[in-house]
């Protein structure tokens, strides 16, 4: 490297963006997925012993893939290249496997391809790898934000470690603003900026687990103020709101806010307004709120408030559930809307929850034994003992039904089922009628 080309590394480093320099340099400073690269853990000791075999890093963007590919980089003993598969072909690994071929060869040294988003080889490209991998004249490091069971060739994988990267936490992402606001090399110290804490939460929440997102919005909000009057740069939520396009909403998945706005959705739906429904729905999806408990929520719903007055409710709200986890978000959020919609124009019922409630407050008070006629005769020696005598099978009477005891002696009489006029109960109500009216 000449002295030019060295004043454009140095000129490129200092005015490459945030995320890139506060890039990390060792395992120590890389923040979150510490149940790949946490002490003890085997990622952690192959890359301390340089040890390294081929691995594939799996993850959704933001989350540290080339950030450990570059530690690794800079932790190694071995040669390290770098391709991307949206840009490079296969002359560019020709001239990479030719490289790798030679120092091992010549001086004994490993070669590290690392190359990004590898699920955009196509099945050739990434065959033509496998010799080379094979044989150890490189150790592939994979990145990808795709499924790699799905993307990337089997015979690949088989000769590879696949290692899943999950998005950073919030307080993971608001240490990484913390550091970057602080670090006057590096960061942004050096401009005597401040965040608040309510600024820097919104940006480290709304982030979805995207360090890159968080740290290229709180970038902008530094660049693009105004000094005050005090010589300082001070990011409040405004400034936040209008670097990352997106507006605060008041809601604390851990606070109040989780509990009242998630209360509001259920009462809505149970008082038959879809309109409320619908819109305390999207509040919880725009405050980032999981899925996976807003279904679970309209499927009790489905069940506690709507019951048998229609019984179709519970089944499309299970089926909601399912699509969500199977397809995630945006989609889903069409999913849960037909949900939440339809259980709040349900008719509604709560028969079935007073049931059980009145059943087990029974079962509670008083013990009782099952009569002899319903107990089962199977096992040898019970229909000597009288179990099952007496029973009557109702497939054998007109509409399959008889009038015969099935509560224990000590309960007969109670009814904990009592069924309304409303939807399809009222259809179940004038079903109980007729048949008992004919017996």
Known sequence: MDLFEYMSEKNKEQESPLAMRMRPVTLDEVVGQQHIIGKGKLLY?????????????????????????????GTTRANFRQLNATTSGKKEMEEVTAFARGQLGGYGRRTILFIDEIHRFNKSQQDYLLPFVEDGTVILIGATTENPYFEVNSALLSRSTVFELLPLTKEEIAGLIDRAMADPVRGLGSYGASITDEARDFLADVAGGDARAALNAIELAVLTTERGADGKIAIDLGVAEDCIQKRSVRYDKSGDQHYDTISAFIKSMRGSDPDAAVYYLAKMLAAGEDIKFIARRIMICASEDVGNADPRALPLAVAASLACERIGLPE??????????????????????????????????????????????HYRGHESLGHGVGYLYAHDFPNHYVKQQYLPDEVVGETFYEPTDIGYEQTIREYFRKIRSEN
């Open 45 to 73: 000791r192959a890359i301390m012993a340089d040890k390294l075999t081929s691995v594939i890093f799996f993850g959704p963007p933001g989350t540290g893939k080339t950030t450990l590919a570059k530690v690794i980089a």
């Open 332 to 377: 889903s959020q069409l999913i849960l809307a037909q949900a939440a919609i339809y259980v709040a124009c349900a008719p509604k019922s709560n028969a079935c929850t007073n049931a059980i409630s009145a059943a087990s407050d029974s079962v509670r008070s008083r013990r009782t034994s099952v009569p002899v006629h319903l107990q089962d005769a």
